[in-house]
């Protein structure tokens, strides 16, 4: 019994060391699990650590890229705002918030600045010619060599289109900005090679100084502006310092502008005729009307005044149809009277050419006067035609399946050659008189009026040379090659004398050894008899 007793207490030993031993692996097991996943979450949790920590990187990468893009776009836009885009050169606003800052220095040292406005000569005409991708590719390069050309601490800006400005800082005196203007001008006037192209311009140049000619920002702008505008004036490709007589001629601009809009200005403008002398035969071939106006307060105008106040008012278009208008009926007085062989030139400004319909004015007029077409000539300077070639090509073309004659106006002059000349229906060029005006004895004018002549001889078209004024003039045109002349040598500018009796008994020859031609008109002093008066 007592063996029996000491083996169940064995058993339940051994049950019970058993079930220990099973607790304890069971709880092992438990904390080995508990550890796998304490682990497992550790992991998790050390997973998701790095994935916010990289995503908060990632965010903040983000934020830096965004806040740079940002900063450079504020920093692009705020150079835009002061750079021109082309060129890279500062513009109008930045120009002037640091010459504003150098007149300040100045004034407290006492000391000048120099602004300079330069203005491109025939950029136009490359741009309409040669296309605005060249035209933008010379604006680079132009302002390349005039960065190249300013001192440390100097400035140049374009201000738009053809247009830059530059102040010259530091010691400023005469001599000082002429060699600087010189230099611009010698710099500038070398060729261009862009696109395979060998491309020739010029510069004029306008200069103020401060303090001496103003001490206010805008006063300088404008002073410098209108002397550019006078260095044109003079020939351009030269510079011209400003004085206060420019002022005057600012004013004389408005009061003409003024003027123009009167509701007198229908009394005040008439036509005169000039001769044009075939210089084969010595007779009168023809007339050139032109335009004049004699206002009862600022006198007469002059001529070449008076296209540009007309295109400044707006009213070319209309002081243009008039002047064609009545130089046909004109025209027609003259062959009633008996005088056939006579033909009427008249200007066509490029304002009205280009933006008026010159074919259907044209035949309307010759319509309504009934003149023959052959006996009008128009005369069209280059600018004019190169302006737009194609559109002034399809122009030409219909007046001169009108009959109407056509001619080049001024030629050489502009940014052009012979050989376009080929491809309009052209009959006549007339040769510029500014380098009539140096023949005989400048060398470079006698050969470009020889030339002239005899490549357009070999285009089969007539050579009128303008402006002659003298024998010695007349003798070397007439040697070069140029069929027709013009100017005060052989007749001054006269108003027409009306029908009936026009001219009965005048002989329309002229004495070319005297130079004195007999016209059937009156001096232009004298009064003007029934021109139909212009109206608006």
């Not at 750079?83 to 109008?92: I, K, M, Q």
């Not at 400035?155 to 611009?184: C, H, K, N, W, Y």
């Not at 004049?292 to 149809?321: F, K, N, Q, Y």
């Amino acid at each position: 019994m007592f063996k029996q007793q000491s083996d169940s207490r064995g058993g339940e030993t051994a049950l019970t060391r058993y079930s220990f031993r099973l607790g304890h692996l069971v709880e092992l097991h438990s904390t080995q699990a508990a550890l796998v996943l304490a682990r497992e979450v550790a992991e998790r949790e050390t997973l998701e650590a790095r994935l916010a920590k990289l995503e908060i990187e990632t965010a903040h990468n983000a934020l830096r890229v965004e806040m740079e893009e940002h900063l450079q776009a504020q920093s692009r836009l705020a150079y835009l705002a002061t750079h021109d885009a082309l060129t890279g050169l500062p513009n109008r606003t930045l120009f002037s918030a640091r010459f504003g800052q150098e007149m300040e220095d100045a004034r407290r040292q006492d000391r000048k600045l120099a602004l300079f406005y330069l203005d491109l000569d025939n950029f136009k005409d490359v741009n309409d010619t040669l296309g605005h991708a060249v035209g933008d590719a010379l604006l680079q390069n132009v302002s390349a060599r005039l960065q190249h050309t300013i001192r440390d601490g100097e400035t140049v800006a374009r201000l738009g289109g053809d247009e830059f400005a530059l102040m010259q800082v530091g010691t400023v005196s005469a001599p000082q900005v002429s060699a600087l203007a010189g230099r611009i001008i010698e710099v500038l006037g070398k060729p261009f090679s862009i696109d395979k192209r060998q491309i020739f311009i010029g510069v004029s140049i306008g200069v103020t100084l401060f303090p001496d000619d103003a001490e206010e920002m805008e006063v300088l702008h404008r002073n410098a502006d209108l002397a550019m505008y006078g260095a044109k004036s003079d020939g351009r490709n030269c510079f011209k310092f400003f004085d206060n007589s420019m002022n005057n001629e600012v004013h004389r601009r408005a009061c003409l502008e003024q003027a123009m809009r009167e509701p007198t200005l229908s009394t005040q403008l008439r036509l005169a005729f000039q001769p044009q002398v075939n210089l084969n035969s010595g007779h009168v071939s023809g007339v050139e009307a032109l335009i004049r106006w004699t206002h009862p307060t600022l006198g007469v105008i002059a001529p070449d005044e008076i296209i540009p106040v007309a295109e400044r008012s707006g009213l070319i278009i209309d002081i243009g149809a008039w002047v064609l208008r009545e130089s046909c009926r004109q025209a027609m007085r003259w062959r009633e009277a008996g005088h056939e062989h006579l033909t009427i030139a008249v200007n066509v400004a490029a304002a009205q050419f280009q933006n008026g319909d010159m074919p259907r004015l044209v035949a309307d007029v010759l319509a309504e006067t009934g003149l023959p077409a052959s006996w009008l000539e128009l005369e069209i300077t280059e600018t004019g035609i190169m302006h737009d070639m194609r559109g002034a090509a399809e122009t030409l073309v219909a007046l001169h399946q009108q009959g109407v004659h056509l001619a080049i106006d001024d030629f050489g002059t502009g940014y052009s050659s012979l050989s376009y000349l080929r491809q309009l229906p052209v009959q006549r060029i007339k040769i510029d008189r500014s380098f009539v005006n140096s023949v005989p004895g400048d060398a470079d004018a006698e050969a470009m009026v020889t030339m002239i002549a005899k490549l357009a001889q070999a285009l089969r078209l007539e050579v009128v040379a303008e402006g002659i004024e003298s024998r010695p003039q007349a003798d070397f045109v007439r040697g070069a090659g140029c069929t027709f002349a013009q100017g005060y040598y052989y007749g001054r500018p006269a108003y027409a004398l009306p029908p009936p009796g026009f001219m009965t008994g005048v002989s329309l020859g002229i004495d070319l050894e005297q130079g004195i031609a007999t016209q059937g008109c009156v001096p232009e002093d004298a009064q003007q008899l029934e021109l139909v008066p212009w109206t608006r």
